[in-house]
Structures are given as C-alpha cells and as structure tokens.
C-alpha cells in the first residue's frame, strides 16, 4: 500500500481538491494524509498568540473570519444537502471550542489544542466531499495511533501496533484518510510534529505499515536545485539519495520537515515527491541509490547564531571540548556546526531559546563571542568534496564573507556560515556559476 500526503495548498482551493479527488481516484487502496488548508494554521498560531497577550477580541475576530471562509469552501465544495449540513455541524463545533478557548488562559497545551484544529477540519471535509462523489473512503483519527515519546521522537512500536488496529477495526474501504501534524505526547495531551510536520506523518506511517513508497505532493514539481523563493530559474532535481535529501531538507529546504526521510530510510521506501497542480511532472524520487554528479543542489537555514569559544589556555587540553558539548547537551540544544583552531572553537545553533544560559557556564572556562543573524548555505551532492566544481567555491564568493566553513564532515556536504544579509547574493551567484554555467 502507498501512503500519498497532500500539503497546504493541495488541500487549500476548490480546484486543487478537485486535483487530489483525480490522483488518488485510481482505483488502489491507500492512505491519504492530509495538512490543513494553506494559511489556516498561521491563523490558529495568531489566534494562540492573542489569547496569550490577553487579547480576545483580536482572537474573535480571526476566528469569525476563519468561520465564514470555511462556509463559503464548503457550500462550493459539498453541494449534497445532508452532507453540506453535517459538515456545516462539524465546522461550527470546531469554531464554537475556538471561540471558548478564548475565556481561558494561555498554555502550551491549549495551544496545541487550538493549532490541531486545521487538520481536523480539511480531513473531515475531504472524507465528507469523497462520499459525495461516490468513493468509498474513511477517516482514521491520526490521535487513535500517532504518539511522541518523552524526546519527542515517534514512538513506532506503538504507532505501529495502534495504526494496525485503527486500520483494522475501519473495515473495508479505498481511501484512508488521516491528519497530518498532530499527535499526543507522552502523557496523552495533544501535541504535534511542528511546522510542516505532515511530511513526517506521512513516513511515520509508510514505516509503520512497511509502505510500497511514500508520496509527497505539494505545489511545486519536486526538490528543486536551490531555493525558489530567492532564487529564479531553479530545476527539479530528478533522483535523491536519502543522505541528500536529509541534508537538504535539514538545512532550509522547505519542502520537505527536516525529519521526513529519517523513519523510512532503514527499509528503503521510496519517497517520491510530486506537484498536485502539475501531476504529470516527474518529480523528485528519493533511494538509497546514490548518483554521483557533482553539487546537486543548495539551501540555506536562516536563524542561526554563532558561538566563539575562545580559550588558549585550555583548548589542547584534552576534556576541554566534552566540558563545552556537555553545556549544550545540559541545555538539549543541537549544534549545527563546528570548526576549530589552536586558540578558539567557533559552533553554531538554531535553538536559541537556551543562549543566555548556555554563555553563563561557558564563561566560567572561556572568553564567548555570539554573532546572531546568521544563515547556512548547505551544499549538497554525492561525494561532493571529491568533485573540481567544488574548488570553485572561494573564487565564486569572493565578495562574501564566510564566517565558518564545514568541509569533509561527510562526503555529501559542504556549509558555509555567512550573515544572512548576503543570503540572497550567495545563493544567486551559487547558482549562476555552479548552474547555470556562467563564466567565472
Ligand atoms: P506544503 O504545504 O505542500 O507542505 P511547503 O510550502 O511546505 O508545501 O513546501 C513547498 C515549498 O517549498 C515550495 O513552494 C517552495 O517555495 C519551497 N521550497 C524551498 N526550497 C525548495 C527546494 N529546494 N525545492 C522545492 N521547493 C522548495
Ligand atoms: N499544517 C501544518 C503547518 O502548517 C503542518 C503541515 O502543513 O505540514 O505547519
Ligand atoms: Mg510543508
């Protein structure tokens, strides 16, 4: 069985609903997974936001807003009259616990209770518009099976086990439809996969039930060679080895959640990333085959500050850097990067929210310097750093300032730490002399 997820957009239009109906309308069992209509979970994020500044008016008004531009999709959507007024019923229950979230205080669990409420919506308005066209499809509560554990990674085992009942006691159907994005936690509350976490669902899943292949389909023609929101004249990237794609979607490729390759990797199921607006395109399909042909494509993760730890006394000192790694790990943040001198080491978060605490311990041993707003631009392609193309680089950006370099970390990989206002600039020249084959 494949497991086929539909991102914001796909899900965000009458037409493009009426796209999906087409490409899932083919006769084979499968799972769909679905995100929420394109912009509703930034307004149930706005509308959390205001409940936490104490600003329920603000929220109301959102959340009436919201409601009518649901009723306008709906009535254009089901135009069946029992089933146009059960889901008119369902929505205006969805809209009425908004409304009550609004006389209570803010918490991080009536947040994610508020922001859970985008998938509940477009999956109970997909099931309900598929029965009105005469395909036999189901719903499957993604909150009966999908869990995160205490390091909120995805419990499997148990995912496994309970997508194997719910699917079980669902009978016989064509389509399963479930949420993206949202789970509980380890305690039952109801938590999610964060931003863009449909993509994840959706591996989760083909892993749980061991998936002929996982598609991902969204608004463009797959994993494109560089950023298409910065850069023009981009290309669809045909093949991807996981390796790549993980590297890819962890620094900055919105098209994939950073974690999406990461349960299917280990039995090899196919992820094909597809256009829903374009069906025909080819896309992006991602193996474990590897095809070696230079820097394949570029992103770049904005966000990112930089620590210098500079100590001459100490550095040779063995035990020094596990002291530094230690702080880190005391404050669960992730370092991105690192390079290292005789007198310093220079290393790079993205979670900051532990910074000012973090600098505290290390100024007990060491003299830190912190440089914010910064991006890494991510160079990605099999065994990359064996490539000629690869010795361009400097002579490329020799108008850019690099504040860090990570080389032969792994063979697929190259980064490069600049301040974020030469972003744009570096992915552009990036492209043209690496891409587009513009003379240096
Ligand atoms: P969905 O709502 O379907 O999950 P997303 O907005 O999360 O869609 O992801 C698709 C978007 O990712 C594209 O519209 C594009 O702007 C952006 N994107 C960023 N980097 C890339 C890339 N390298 N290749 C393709 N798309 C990318
Ligand atoms: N709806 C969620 C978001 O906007 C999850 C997703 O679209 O993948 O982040
Ligand atoms: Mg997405």
Redesign the pocket.
Known sequence: MKVLK?????VGSIENIHNVKTIIDDGEKKVVVL?AM?GTTNILVAIANDIAETLPNEAIDKINKLHESYYTTINQLITDKYLNEKVKNYVTEVFNFLVDCTYKTYSESLENNIVAQGELLSTFMFNSYLKQEGIKSTLLPALDFMRIDNSKEPDIAYIKKEFASVFRNAGDSEIYITQGFICLDADGEVSNLQR?G??YTATIIGAAIVADEVQI????D????????YVEN?KPISNLSFDEAAE?AYF????LHPQTVTPVRADNIPVRLKNTMNPNALGTLITSDHIENGIK?I?AKDNITAIKIKSARMLQAHGFLKKVFEIFEVYETSIDMITTSEVAVSLTIDDDRNLENIVTELEQFALIEIDKNQSIVCLVGHSIVNHQETYKLFQILQDVKIRMISYGGSKNNISLLINSNDKIKTLGKLNDYLFELVTL
């Open positions: 539909f991102g914001g957009t796909s995100s394109s863009g449909s993509d389909w969204t608004d463009i797959g994993m494109h060679n560089n950023d298409p929101r981009t890819l900055g490729a919105k098209i494509a992103a």
